[in-house]
């Protein structure tokens, strides 16, 4: 399964022994099968996993990725030329993965009754062992204390789940798929619009899935359906369990409550240009310019801890939040009113593709400039294409090899048409002072050639300023 991590990977299979097997009231209580059939699965998972990194040059995962640093250390590009001008490498490594899954069965059948032995180690003993690795393998990865936290989270979280018997694989599945099947689902609603749900593989899969489902989903309707018709109002009680993920899903729905509200489009004015525009084919306008930057450059001169870059970012997300046109988004023929507008832009990868990295927007600058870096840096350590179906946003861009003059994105009629485009190019010297190129492309029935100047203006005068908004000490 191409992309997919054991930590999903091995659930998957074993809830799918579970299920096809005639007695699996045994397994979780010693039965080896509950063993094979994850660990069989993890074993073989290395195959997929190797399939888009080598041919497509898009690491499956963590160890993927380390893969693929290896190969452009070595200049080997992943791609076609692994499967022609260097098939021999490919088949090195398909040659020493069997071979290593052969030693490795070796080895686990020769040591079989030692390396049980640690399943009876007493938990005094064991978990000074394992806590430093998790803790020390948390922060290495982006050497960021918010991970600590979040590790400590979550294992409350799951220390809660464990003690109310609320089962914990779906919230380690739902983690880890979530972000990919919303990746794929925008983008294949960006390529095909709705038609992609009537192309023929989509349907052979949404008929296995529903062919899977059958019976477990049928049991448990059956089984509830059978308990209300036998339950008293007198022995209604909810137990701690119940409580637990009553609590649990009320917050998960007031955390994706939209902050939004619906446009009256019957008392704006400029609802006739809404009608007018919203029918086109390109209902995109672009207006390039440069900005002064040259107080900017001079007042974070000498601060090496703080990016130029995340400093304009912040400078347009702020007068972005301040100009209400910028945060109206078209949806379902409405046009809502976001409370505030986030930010996510292209991130350079080291094999000259890019990613794109999401941050939300904070008014202290220190604050945003931290979580926009921890962001930038986690997406170049990852390295995996991740659009969102977020419309919360403006799309950031910048070329620092060009000071451009005139700027085109490239779009799709879809879900994330009504998102504003921004694009930063290389500073330029211009009579003594430094400029800076951008680009504002907005959606023409939400905003006029009015709005977008009253965006540039205001955001030139805070570039002015940049001591007032920053936070930092003139130096």
């Known amino acids: 399964m191409p992309g997919i991590g054991s930590a999903v990977i091995d659930w998957i299979v074993y809830g799918?022994?579970?299920?096809?097997?005639?007695?699996?009231?045994?397994?979780?209580?010693?039965?080896?099968?509950?063993?094979?059939?994850?660990?069989?699965?993890n074993n073989a998972k290395e195959g997929g996993h190797l399939v888009p990194t080598i041919a497509f040059g898009v690491p499956s995962g963590a160890s993927m990725t380390l893969l693929l640093g290896a190969f452009l250390l070595h200049g080997l590009t992943p791609g076609p030329d692994m499967l022609g001008k260097n098939l021999d490498i490919t088949y090195s490594i398909i040659w020493s993965l069997t071979i290593a899954h052969v030693l490795g069965t070796a080895i686990c059948l020769l040591g079989a009754r030692q390396l049980a032995r640690f399943a009876e180690m007493r938990h005094e003993i064991l978990l000074p062992m394992v806590m430093p690795i998790v803790f020390v393998a948390t922060f290495q990865a982006t050497r960021s204390w918010g991970d600590l936290y979040f590790l400590l989270f979550f294992g409350t979280i799951g220390w809660i789940m464990k003690r109310f018997s609320w089962p914990r694989p779906p919230m380690v599945l739902?983690?880890?798929?979530?972000?990919?099947?919303?990746?794929?689902?925008?983008?294949?609603?960006?390529?095909?619009?709705?038609?992609w749900?009537?192309?023929?593989?989509v349907i052979a899969i949404a008929i296995l899935i529903v062919w899977a489902l059958y019976r477990p989903l049928g049991q448990t309707v059956g089984r509830l359906a059978h308990e209300f018709r036998h339950l008293s109002r007198t022995h209604l009680k909810l137990a701690p369990r119940a409580w637990f993920s009553l609590i649990s899903s009320a917050l998960r729905i007031g955390y994706n409550?939209?902050?939004?509200?619906?446009?009256?489009?019957?008392?704006?004015?400029?609802?006739?240009?809404?009608?007018?525009?919203?029918?086109?084919?390109?209902?995109?306008?672009?207006i390039c310019t440069r900005l002064d930057v040259t107080n900017l450059l001079s007042f974070l001169r000498g601060r090496?801890?703080?990016?130029?870059?995340?400093?304009?970012?912040?400078?347009?997300?702020?007068?972005?939040?301040?100009?209400?046109?910028?945060?109206?988004?078209?949806?379902?023929?409405?046009?809502?009113?976001?409370d505030v507008i986030n930010g996510g832009t292209?991130?350079?990868?080291?094999?000259?593709?890019?990613?794109?990295?999401?941050?939300?927007?904070?008014?202290?600058?220190?604050?945003?400039s931290f979580a926009a870096g921890q962001a930038i840096k986690k997406v170049q350590a990852?390295?995996?294409?991740?659009?969102?179906?977020?419309?919360?946003?403006?799309?950031?861009?910048?070329l620092p090899w060009v000071s451009f003059t005139s700027f085109a994105h490239a779009r799709t009629r879809g879900r994330g048409d009504s998102v504003p485009r921004i694009a930063f190019g290389k500073f330029a010297a211009e009579n003594d002072r430094m400029m800076l190129p951008i680009s504002v492309e907005v959606h023409h029935a939400l905003?006029?050639?009015?709005?977008?100047?009253?965006?540039?203006?205001?955001?030139?005068?805070?570039?002015?300023?940049?001591?007032?908004?920053?936070?930092?000490?003139?130096?």
């Open 16 to 41: 799918y022994a579970v299920r096809t097997e005639k007695n699996p009231e045994s397994f979780g209580h010693g039965d080896v099968r509950g063993v094979i059939a994850p660990e069989s699965s």
């Open 174 to 195: 739902g983690f880890v798929l979530g972000p990919i099947f919303e990746r794929y689902l925008f983008l294949s609603n960006e390529i095909y619009g709705a038609r």
């Open 197 to 201: 749900m009537l192309r023929p593989v």
């Open 257 to 286: 409550f939209p902050m939004a509200e619906y446009l009256d489009l019957t008392n704006w004015a400029r609802r006739d240009l809404f009608e007018f525009f919203r029918g086109y084919d390109n209902p995109y306008f672009n």
């Open 304 to 338: 090496p801890g703080v990016s130029v870059s995340l400093a304009y970012h912040y400078f347009a997300l702020r007068v972005a939040n301040e100009i209400e046109p910028f945060r109206y988004r078209l949806k379902d023929g409405q046009v809502i009113v976001h």
């Open 346 to 368: 292209t991130v350079l990868l080291p094999n000259e593709s890019f990613s794109y990295a999401y941050f939300d927007y904070q008014e202290d600058f220190g604050k945003f």
């Open 382 to 398: 990852d390295g995996s294409l991740k659009p969102t179906m977020r419309d919360d946003l403006i799309y950031f861009t910048t």
């Open 447 to 475: 905003m006029d050639g009015l709005h977008a100047g009253r965006y540039l203006n205001r955001l030139e005068e805070v570039l002015m300023e940049p001591e007032t908004y920053l936070g930092l000490e003139k130096k």
